[in-house]
């Protein structure tokens, strides 16, 4: 939970428009219901994972792991691409919205 905290400092504490905020604000929640959706789609043994860093069947520590760590990156990379920054945080929380709906659809 820490580094979502780091997150949300991160976003609440820099020099960005309301719009980016409201990106930044998008990506966070989207990101975090992709952690949630994929641990809850991973407790059944039939499902797998198709991120290759992740493994087919990777620990709830790897998932937490990995999701903190590509949620504050990506914070980082548009913090400090300022001309691409509302895209970064638009595309990646849409594409991160999409895998939640793709894993409500897993048994």
């Avoid at 719009?19 to 499902?47: C, I, W």
């Avoid at 945080?89 to 999409?98: E, K």
Wanted: proline share 4%; hydrophobic share 40%; net charge negative.
């Amino acid at each position: 939970m820490k580094p979502l905290i780091i997150a949300c400092l991160i976003l609440t504490s820099c020099a960005w428009s309301t719009q980016e905020k409201v990106a930044g604000a998008f990506f966070l929640a989207a990101h975090t219901a992709n952690y949630y959706s994929t641990e809850k789609a991973l407790d059944n043994p039939n499902n797998h994972e198709n991120n290759p860093i992740l493994d087919e069947h990777p620990s709830d520590r790897k998932c937490l792991v990995y999701f903190s760590l590509t949620g504050v990156g990506a914070l980082i990379v548009a913090h400090i691409w300022k001309d691409a920054r509302q895209w970064i945080l638009w595309g990646y929380g849409t594409v991160n919205a999409g895998c939640v709906v793709y894993d409500r659809g897993l048994d």
